[in-house]
Nanobody, 123 residues
């Protein structure tokens, strides 16, 4: 079993950049496909980005492609989400996710979740 703790969310201005972190404990994150989802008020939790267990593959939601980059640091057992050119549409609670089929963007397929970190983009 793995525990996930996100950090880095805060209030930023449109056009700013922000990096979210997700520290894993309990198991090495290289055992899992990892990802980020987000949930805006009144909306369903939505897929943002994923990194496969070996770290060799990533894929992104169309809405963030070219602006967001997911990466990991095995030594720190941490994954990151670098977010650039933020807009008000990116305002949401961002959740780190572990253990789900690579290629799936369905939140119900995720086995482990962090507690979430709030990102607010002011225009």
């Amino acid at each position: 079993q793995v525990q996930l703790v996100e950090s880095g969310g805060r209030l930023v201005q449109a056009g700013d950049s922000l990096r979210l972190s997700c520290a894993a404990s309990g198991r090495t994150l290289s055992a899992y496909n990892m990802g980020w989802f987000r949930q805006a008020p009144g909306k369903e939790r939505a897929f943002v980005a994923a990194l496969n267990w070996s770290g060799s593959l990533t894929y992104y939601a169309d809405s963030v492609k070219g602006r967001f980059t997911m990466s990991r640091d095995i030594a720190k057992n941490t994954v990151y989400l670098q977010m650039n050119s933020l807009t008000s549409e990116d305002t949401a609670v961002y959740y780190c996710a572990a253990d789900f089929p690579y290629g799936s963007n369905v939140y119900k397929a995720v086995h482990y979740w962090g507690q979430g970190t709030q990102v607010t983009v002011s225009s």
